[in-house]
């Protein structure tokens, strides 16, 4: 009965690359969010939807590119992996946009290395 | 840009101290500061607090905020060493109804036997 989940929970890939990180949320969650955590474990904003649509875009490089098919999912596609991308990446997700604020419930994270 | 502050940034303790822990935010339009526990995977969620001075509860942990000093502590009580976490602090603003977080570094906390 997971909450929030993420696949794969480890990722090693060459420079250049293009892979994909899924999140699934069984919660009945509007809103679906994309955070980095870098090596110094400082945790930041990427994305975040809600009911499919794109709410919050950070200053995030343009080969990060979310997709969001439903409301229980949000995927994250990163183009041309750089050696700068390795890091964790969570999926977090929070009741709707109105009425707020809201708790936010993180997934289990993606580890990223890049060589 | 909105900011986070955490202190101290790490703590060493013995079994059965009560630690403070700190947090100060300038966040537009603050509407809440949340209060997550990191252990080795994702933070789990201890507090949000939305109103100044009113504490909240849950075993040995309490939080409490302050909107006048923009600032929040956590309290640990009789530490034990499953308490060994980083803290994170959150702030959550309204830029219409869009509810962002933007984190401090962390406290990382280590209770000793």
């Known amino acids: 009965d997971t909450a929030v989940s993420q696949t794969p929970k480890y990722l090693v890939t060459q420079m250049g690359n293009d892979k994909s990180i899924k999140c699934e949320q069984n919660l009945g969650h509007d809103t679906m969010y994309w955070y980095k955590q870098d090596s110094k474990k400082f945790l930041k904003i990427m994305f975040s939807?809600?009911?499919?649509?794109?709410?919050i875009n950070e200053t995030v490089p343009n080969r990060f590119s979310p997709k969001s098919p439903d409301k229980a999912h949000l995927n994250l596609h990163i183009n041309s992996l750089e050696l700068g991308d390795s890091a964790v990446y969570f999926c977090a997700s929070s009741q709707g946009r109105t009425s707020g604020p809201y708790e936010q419930y993180f997934g289990p994270g993606t580890r990223l290395t890049v060589t | 840009e909105d900011k986070v502050v955490q202190s101290p940034l790490s703590l060493v303790v013995h079994e059965g101290d009560t630690v403070t822990l700190n947090c100060s935010y300038e966040v537009t339009n603050f509407r809440s500061l949340l209060w997550y526990k990191q252990e080795k995977k994702a933070p789990t969620f201890l507090f949000m607090l939305t109103s100044s001075g009113i504490e909240k509860k849950s075993g040995r942990l309490s939080s409490i905020l302050d909107k006048k000093e923009l600032s929040s502590i956590l309290n640990i009580t009789a530490t034990q060493t499953g308490d060994s976490a980083i803290y994170l602090c959150?702030?959550?603003?309204?830029?219409?109804?869009?509810?962002?977080?933007?984190f401090g570094k962390g406290t990382l906390l280590t209770v000793n036997p």
């Open positions: 959150a702030g959550q603003n309204s830029g219409g109804s869009n509810y962002k977080l933007t």
């Open positions: 939807y809600n009911n499919k649509e794109l709410i």
